[in-house]
């Protein structure tokens, strides 16, 4: 009271006070601390089960903590410990935050109208906390404490991007958190990613999925990749930081997510940058989305060429000839395969001596041609190989609840699943592996049956760091570190490893995924468009399909020949090159070396398709510059070289619906030719640019139109590339 009539007298020195106390109630900002965070008590309404009161609510005995996680990006975790000791697939944060403010608001004693804020939740303010909310960037994050739900908004111009509207958290009898939650979803909504699903069409909206990798031979879903970061086209990125099962549903009433067991519930949400033009920029979220999980590794040299394979060359004499063959016609071509029953047992992680007598002599021949030399690796071990009681007596293998070793997939026992969730178990296989190939000058690694491969065994997998149940998705990112941390461990620069799975982080270690064992028809070829860009999207950005389909491929069916041609000119603009496939009539019986497909090289499909693949690989090779630019480019931002129109155009909404045509990096648009004898096919061109065929720089197309351009069907060796001219 005395105070008020100096005050008057001195305005300068009112004026600071106001100012520094409003400053001081409003918000704490932090750019150079290490660590800021919102938590806050869960009322005992939240769908949470168990607690004890606390003194400003109805505590359920959970804690909500929100941390700043990157740019315009948030961690948020419920539990009644928090797990920083679980990162799962995150990294540690940027330590230099941006734009942070935290602000806790509590009912006034004095005046039940008036909001009060705080800047930090003081545990001996007996007031009630109302609201609480966090902003980081172009970010905000509100947590309504009557429910304890949470939502999110971009602040640039103040739309809800989604919201928390159940989230039910039950402890269960594995001793850890059973979690279902839903989300608000929007009619006119997109979401995109979510890895490798054979749905037909890009955007995941009304699919319900299962959280588990798998390995499938129907068609109508094919082998799943389930990688649970999703994109939305209101502008944001979701990720689902949990390898637990559960199921995932899309409906315009709701995103549903499930867990069947986590220590936590922990997601991660991102938007783009408040300096950006437009609401939904595609390459800030997925940047964002690569700071969180890991960027990838340098793209080798070697990977922008073609790589060979088939399944499979039985010995080393027919190797060498295949690379003898590639040279002497003047075919670009970079790596070749060794594919799987190239040892004598699963588990023995070596060559069979009576098929491949001198490996290392092999690799050198080949090496000599400038061709780099793969091999196939699986992670089970048979009863039989020499390194089975190794990995059994030292606990390096998967369990039953009962402590015995489980068999990987039932109907392939006594085959046993190795455990890389065990360090000792990583360390002793990469033992072999540098024993067993690297000694031989083996480089480049194929992890097949990465899911691991299984058909829902019962009982569930004991991993070393828990039950499937927990982390059964997470097993490919466990599996890869063995790879890429024995790799680094031989001061090698550049890791490579080929996969037919992959769990968010997976990139970071090398991963290069390829959409498993498809059809060689064109409906397959047709589903491959849409999965090589949801990779991408997921974080994927090495991905391939095998070039002609898998099986079912007949070499002298002139409907395979157009088809092989046609998914040759698809396979030239994927970020990997690949030929691979069980092609028939098979090759006869080896009675020392085992089955094999029939010839699969790239002259062996008759003179006409012989041409038309010629070309194009031509062309790739004389892409090889670009594409090392644009790769490295995903290195360092996470950008994908392969990814939808929409990313690049994002303001023509009609790009939005276009999900069988992509961009090339930014300077090529590719529109496969997915049906068989075509002769002619729609293809939108996008606005803001000018297309030029890339076989004929004379004809122009206009951006914003949909044109029915004509299909030779004599001269399958011209496609429908065009070149980006931006006016």
């Known amino acids: 009271m005395m105070m008020m009539p100096l005050l008057l007298r001195r305005p300068l020195i009112f004026l600071f ?62 539990a009644t410990r928090i797990r920083d000791d679980v990162p799962w697939a995150l990294l540690p944060p940027d330590h230099i935050l941006h734009n942070v403010s935290i602000i806790y608001h509590y009912e006034d004693d004095d005046d039940d109208d008036h909001e009060g804020k705080r800047n930090d939740n003081n545990d001996d303010d007996h007031r009630k906390l109302i609201k609480a909310e966090i902003t980081n960037g172009n970010l905000q994050v509100i947590v309504d404490m009557a429910t304890g739900l949470v939502v999110f908004i971009r602040v640039s111009d103040g739309v809800v991007l989604t919201q928390e509207l159940v989230r039910t958290i039950t402890p269960n009898a594995l001793g850890y958190l059973t979690l279902n939650v839903t989300y608000e979803a929007f009619d006119d909504e997109r979401i995109f990613g979510f890895g490798s699903h054979k749905i037909g069409k890009l955007d995941n909206k009304n699919q319900t999925y299962i959280l588990k990798q798998s390995i499938t031979y129907d068609l109508s879903h094919g082998g799943v990749v389930a990688i649970p970061f999703v994109t939305s086209s209101r502008g944001y990125g979701f990720f689902w930081n949990m390898p637990s099962f559960g199921i995932v549903t899309f409906n315009t009433s709701g995103s549903y997510w499930s867990s069947e067991a986590s220590y936590q519930y922990d997601i991660w949400l991102t938007t783009s940058s408040s300096s950006s033009s437009s609401r939904f920029v595609p390459s ?15 793209f080798p040299d070697f990977a922008t060429g073609f790589i060979q394979s088939k399944d499979r060359y039985r010995n080393q004499t027919q190797l060498i000839s295949v690379a003898q063959g590639y040279k002497q016609r003047d075919l670009p071509i970079s790596t070749i395969v060794i594919d799987w029953f190239h040892w004598t047992d699963y588990g023995d ?53 009962s402590g015995t070793p489980v068999d990987n997939c039932h109907t392939y026992a006594p085959y046993y699943l190795y455990d ?56 490919d990112l466990y599996h890869h570190q063995t790879f890429y941390d024995g790799m680094k461990s031989m001061n090698e620069s550049s890791v490579f490893l080929l996969s037919r799975s992959a769990w968010a982080g997976c990139q970071r270690y090398g991963a290069a995924v390829w959409s498993g064992d498809t059809s060689s028809d064109f409906a397959d070829l047709q589903q491959q468009v849409r999965i090589g860009l949801n990779m991408g999207l997921s974080g994927i950005y090495w991905w391939t399909s095998d070039i002609g389909g898998y099986s079912n491929g007949n070499i002298t069916d002139p409907m395979f020949q157009e088809l092989i041609v046609r998914w040759f000119q698809f396979g030239a603009f994927c970020p990997l090159f690949r030929l691979h496939g069980h092609r028939i009539p098979q090759d006869p019986d080896s009675a020392t070396c085992g089955t094999s497909g029939g010839p699969n090289e790239v002259w062996e499909f008759g003179s006409t398709a012989y041409d038309s693949i010629r070309s194009v690989m031509m062309i790739r090779a004389s892409m090889k510059t670009y594409i090392a630019q644009n790769m490295a480019l995903a290195s360092k931002s996470g950008i994908p070289i392969m990814r939808p ?83």
Not at 30 to 59: M, Q, Y
Not at 285 to 297: F, K, L, M, Q, W
Not at 436 to 457: C, H, T
Request: hydrophobic content about 40%; glycine content about 6%.
């Open 17 to 78: 006070l106001l100012l520094f106390y409003t400053s001081i109630s409003l918000a704490l900002t932090a750019k150079h601390v290490a660590h800021t965070s919102l938590r806050v008590p869960l009322p005992s309404n939240d769908g949470v089960d168990g607690g004890d009161g606390g003194d400003n609510s109805d505590s359920s005995g959970y804690i909500l903590q929100i941390d700043p996680w990157g740019r315009d990006s948030v961690r948020v975790r419920v």
């Open 284 to 298: 800030d979220i997925i940047s964002n989305y690569a700071d969180a999980t890991g960027h990838p590794p340098p």
């Open 349 to 401: 992680y070596r060559f069979n001596l009576n098929c491949w007598p001198d490996a290392k002599d092999m690799v050198k021949q080949i090496k000599a041609m400038g061709i780099d030399t793969m091999v196939t690796v699986w992670p089970l071990i048979d009863g039989k190989s020499i390194n089975f009681p190794v990995f059994n007596n030292s606990h390096y293998l998967v369990r039953c609840p």
């Open 420 to 475: 890389p969730t065990n360090p000792e178990a990583r360390k002793y296989l990469w033992s072999l592996i540098v024993k067993g190939y690297y000694s031989n000058g083996i480089k480049l690694f194929w992890l097949d049956a990465a899911e691991p491969e299984q058909f829902d065994p019962v009982p569930r997998h004991i991993y070393s760091a828990g039950p499937e149940e927990l982390l059964g998705m997470a097993y």
């Open 645 to 727: 129109l929409w990313f690049d155009f994002a303001s023509d909404a009609r790009t939005l619906d276009i999900d069988d045509q992509f961009m090339f990096g930014p300077d090529y648009m590719m529109a496969p030719v997915l049906e068989y004898k075509a002769t002619n096919r729609t293809v939108y061109f996008p606005q803001g640019a000018q297309w030029l065929y890339y076989f004929d720089h004379s004809m122009v197309y206009q951006g914003g139109v949909s044109v029915v351009v004509p299909i030779s069907s004599s001269d399958l060796s011209t496609f429908l590339l065009y070149v980006r001219k931006d006016i």
